[in-house]
């Protein structure tokens, strides 16, 4: 393999041009040599847009992309429903796979697209931008240190006053997006969470979900969760409450994760993390505004460095299983009425 990462963006929508494309231009060891989008407006703005894109095969059609040999690794940014089918495209042609979260819908979709991965030998990574900010960076390196004691306890959430994403897009339509802001926010923030608890197993799980605020209309499907609240209780005996919308009543938009740690606990909120102690007697309370790079920056070197130098991953297809696990036996449950073992 060439000293660089030869890599293909398949979907070039929103996240790959503001969070993908955009992060390709500072990194040296990957080059952009495929673009592949529905829409070829879209293949062709990226290269008009970007540096790093100037040169890259464009194509309407992702199976073409699996046929090029000179395309290590792909990078799937297209609506949720084809994340595993795109995958297991991908892995079984011998391409390295990075897809934007969701993992997928099912575990069923999940588990099919480890299988992928470990007959053909490839990476497959799910983006989790989160476990990069500067902020998690320094919350990890603080646990590594001892200096919080063992997480018990906590809560994650993204609450969103009124945000549902691309009005009236394929998010809002179940059979594309595998449901509303539990899988489109919770991914994101259960992942930090559980991350920083140092992955416990998941035991069971309990979940309501609600559609008060949102309008349905003709011109759209409409049919996922605007709220949805749970709880999980793991194997260690720790449990996470959870709190995610699109729309709700509340002060305003907040992207949490507060775990209690017996030592110190911490909240890391919009990108500040606070540690709450106690010292001398006296309660504290610490703010640390990390500096760094964007977290889909540092995931994206993360994944090349995988490929390339054979570094120890941080995220594991297993963690997406569990990951997805969790989400759909929150859906289960809100639809049940009842706690759903895992
Ligand atoms: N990590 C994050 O912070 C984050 C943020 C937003 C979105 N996302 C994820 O990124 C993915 C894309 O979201 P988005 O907001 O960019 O959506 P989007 O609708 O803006 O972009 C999706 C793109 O995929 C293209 N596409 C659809 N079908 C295709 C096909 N068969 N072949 C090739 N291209 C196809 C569409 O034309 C579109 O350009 C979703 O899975 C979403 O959950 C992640």
């Not at 929508?13 to 990957?30: F, M, T, V």
């Not at 809002?172 to 992942?191: E, R």
């Not at 500040?272 to 070197?301: D, M």
Request: some cysteine; overall charge negative.
């Amino acid at each position: 393999m060439s000293k660089k990462l030869r890599m293909a963006i398949i979907g070039c929508g929103s996240i790959a041009l503001h969070a993908h494309a955009s992060n390709y231009e500072k990194i040296d060891n990957i080059e952009i040599v495929a673009l592949c989008d529905l829409k070829p407006e879209r293949t062709a703005l990226f290269k008009e847009k970007y540096q790093c894109c100037k040169n890259a095969f464009e194509t309407t059609d992702y199976m073409d992309i699996a046929k090029r040999d000179d395309v290590d690794a792909v990078d799937i940014c297209t609506p949720n429903y084809l994340h595993s089918i795109i995958a297991i495209e991908m892995l079984n042609a011998g391409k390295h796979v990075l897809t934007e979260k969701p993992d997928a819908m099912t575990v069923a979709e999940v588990k099919a697209m480890k299988e992928a991965a470990d007959k053909n030998g490839k990476i497959l990574m799910a983006m989790r931008n989160n476990r990069y900010t500067p902020a998690a960076i320094y919350a990890r390196k603080s646990i590594a240190n001892g200096e919080y004691g063992e997480f018990y306890a906590g809560r994650c959430g993204w609450v969103r006053r009124r945000g549902v994403p691309g009005d009236g897009s394929w998010f809002s339509d179940k059979s594309k997006s595998g449901g509303g802001p539990l899988i489109d926010l919770g991914v994101h923030m259960i992942d930090l969470a559980m991350f920083l608890m140092g992955n416990p197993k998941p035991v069971s799980v309990s979940g309501s979900t609600f559609r008060r605020l949102t309008e349905s209309k003709p011109e759209f499907i409409f049919d996922v969760e605007e709220l949805a609240m749970g709880f999980i209780k793991f194997d260690n005996g720790a449990c996470l409450q959870i709190d995610f919308s699109w729309a709700a009543n509340i002060p305003n938009e907040s992207i949490f994760v507060e775990l209690r740690g017996e030592k110190a606990g911490i909240k890391i909120e919009n990108d500040v993390l606070t540690v709450h102690g106690e010292k001398n007697g006296q309660e504290y309370n610490e703010h640390v505004k990390a500096r760094g790079e964007y977290g889909h920056c540092t995931a994206i070197r993360h994944f090349a460095d995988v490929v390339l130098n054979g570094t120890e991953p941080i995220f594991t297809p297993d963690q997406g299983i569990q990951m997805i696990a969790i989400l759909n036996a929150l859906y289960e449950s809100a639809a049940t009425g009842r706690e759903v073992l895992l």
